[in-house]
């Protein structure tokens, strides 16, 4: 079992930044997959960024060069660094891993980017 806890969500006007921060209940260096997502209203969950236990890291076209993706395994945590934020970048973020096969969820984060 893996339990999975987002936070640093919250309201951002335009431009502005947030980060993003996933702790995880065991070593993160344990995960073959390390991703985050997000889900705006109305739409399908969208992967954003992934990082994986061979250090490759992949982005969405949408994000590429505003947005990176990194852990700290000291920490067990996962980041999403967010830059240069726009308002079609809210959605509720949820960070996921792979661990032995089984994918898992944190709760997720709500990010608001608003005048």
């Known amino acids: 079992q893996v339990q999975l806890v987002e936070s640093g969500g919250g309201l951002v006007q335009p431009g502005g930044s947030l980060r993003l921060s996933c702790a995880a209940s065991r070593s993160i260096f344990s995960f073959n997959v390390k991703s985050w997502y997000r889900q705006a209203p109305g739409k399908q969950r969208e992967l954003v960024a992934t990082i994986t236990s061979g250090g490759q890291i992949n982005y969405v076209d949408s994000v590429k060069g505003r947005f990176t993706i990194s852990g700290d395994n000291a920490k067990n945590t996962l980041y999403l660094q967010m830059n240069s934020l726009k308002p079609e970048d809210t959605a509720v973020y949820y960070c996921?891993?792979?661990?032995?096969?089984?994918?898992?969820w944190g709760q997720g984060t709500q990010v608001t980017v608003s005048s």
């Open positions: 996921n891993v792979q661990y032995r096969g089984v994918p898992y």
